[in-house]
């Protein structure tokens, strides 16, 4: 290379390695920026599974609560306490329900007592707890006692999904643990009484 043209050569190689060096700048902003968005998409995406958890387990947990204030050790229920059957039907499963209006529709009819009688009957009678109400509530909580799921089992997360969740709960003795089936039906969560523990038919 001739002597005169060393300084030129200077010249180009310093703004190449300048440009160079910008580039990698560059580059490594972006990389930085990508790996930010990533940790903070994935802490998102962590504290919103947490919630959704969280509200599982509450709804599940009020669930079995309610049916604990409802308990009684007598069939003389007053107006205010059938009030307790109202929470715990709140809370189930739109499935559940139309299993259970069915089911008590099914035995009433077959009982025979009333000639007019019709499954739009049983709903309103559910939806505002009278006699088939009470009288049902009554003798399930009669056979179940919801404080061997409180207070003497042990609760874990089975997984969440967008729309159904699932609790794993071990009886202090059992064998087998049960899965509580949870479903979000317009955008709450709901326990599934009967996908839970009914045997399927």
């Known amino acids: 290379m001739p002597f005169w043209a060393l300084p030129l050569f200077a010249y180009h190689y310093t703004k190449s390695m300048i440009l160079q060096t910008k580039i990698q700048q560059s580059f490594l902003l972006i990389i930085a920026v990508i790996f930010f968005l990533l940790i903070s998409a994935n802490?998102?995406?962590?504290?919103?599974?947490?919630?959704?958890t969280d509200a599982v387990l509450k709804t599940a947990e009020n669930t079995f609560v309610a049916m604990k204030k409802s308990k009684k050790d007598n069939s003389i229920v007053t107006a205010a306490e059938s009030k307790n059957y109202i929470e715990i039907w709140n809370f189930l499963t739109t499935e559940s329900k139309e299993t259970i209006l069915k089911d008590v529709y099914k035995e009433e009819k077959k009982a025979g007592f009333r000639k007019d009688f019709t499954l739009k009957y049983v709903e309103d009678n559910f939806s505002e707890c009278k006699e088939l109400c009470v009288t049902y509530w009554y003798n399930f909580l009669t056979a179940f006692d919801p404080e061997m799921v409180l207070s003497q089992s042990k609760w874990e997360i089975g997984f969440v999904?967008?729309?159904?969740?699932?609790?794993?709960?071990?009886?202090?003795?059992?064998?087998q643990?049960?899965?509580?089936?949870m479903f979000k039906e317009n955008g709450a969560w709901k326990f599934g009484l009967v996908e839970t523990f009914w045997v399927r038919r």
């Open 161 to 175: 999904r967008s729309d159904k969740a699932e609790i794993i709960v071990t009886y202090k003795t059992a064998q």
């Open 177 to 181: 643990p049960a899965k509580l089936k």
């Open 43 to 52: 802490y998102a995406l962590c504290a919103e599974l947490n919630q959704e």
